[in-house]
């Protein structure tokens, strides 16, 4: 063993020392989270949904203009001063079907996209509850080795020496690879996905209805 590699043995040894005999340690889940290989492929899998949704409400958009666009023809032709009574009467009730559909497309979108979202939200939650799960066990398993009574995460420590700081130990043990220099910048940062909401239809139905 070279000089360098008996040093870190040393190091090593102390710092277990360190944790055990305090009997506390503080770790980074947040870094631990961000660096796990579960959030690669979540995020993936994430993005895809996200990208399905928000075709879907592309269509839903797309579906909502092209009713707009019978309801205001129905409603022009409805106050059109060269039909007759019967022809005015029909042209007024094509305008209130119109309008109607508009109205209940329109409810349509936004009840599916804030489903969409909930699900989203839902899938979300259970990725990084997978996540977390490992990483408690990791922990719960190194503490009970270690006979530590009490592991903080370290955002909530005002001070903890760096010798309580297990985060690499916990690495090691899940096989995660701290990423360089150079690949720093580019790791993935979890983060909320959120769909766009549903633009509101161009006119509101109900007013423009009347001819």
């Known amino acids: 063993m070279n000089k360098i590699g008996f040093l870190s043995v040393v190091v090593s040894l102390c710092v277990a020392t360190v944790v ?16 796990h290989p579960n959030t690669v492929s979540d995020k993936k899998l994430l993005d895809q949904t996200l990208k399905e949704y928000k075709s879907e409400g592309s269509d839903l958009q797309q579906k909502l203009e092209s009713l707009q666009d ?19 009467k029909t042209a007024e009730e094509t305008a209130a079907k119109a309008r109607e559909e508009l109205s209940a497309a329109d409810r349509k979108a936004r009840d599916t996209m804030q489903l969409r979202q909930q699900q989203l939200n839902e899938q ?14 990791a922990v719960e398993k190194y503490a009970t080795e270690n006979k530590l009574s009490l592991v903080l995460p370290i955002n909530q420590v005002v001070y903890g020496d760096k010798a309580l700081d297990v985060t690499d130990a916990i690495m090691k043990r899940l096989n995660i690879q701290r990423p360089g220099k150079s690949d720093a910048a580019g790791a993935v940062v979890p983060a909320a996905a959120t769909l766009p909401a549903v633009p509101a239809a161009p006119a509101k139905p109900a007013a423009a209805a009347q001819p």
């Open 70 to 88: 019978a309801f205001e023809k129905a409603r022009k032709e409805a106050v059109d001063p060269a039909l007759s009574e019967r022809a005015r």
């Open 124 to 137: 979300e939650m259970r990725m990084l509850k997978r996540t977390t799960a490992e990483i408690r066990e």
């Open 20 to 35: 055990r005999a305090q009997g506390v340690a503080i770790l980074d889940m947040e870094e631990l989270v961000r660096l």
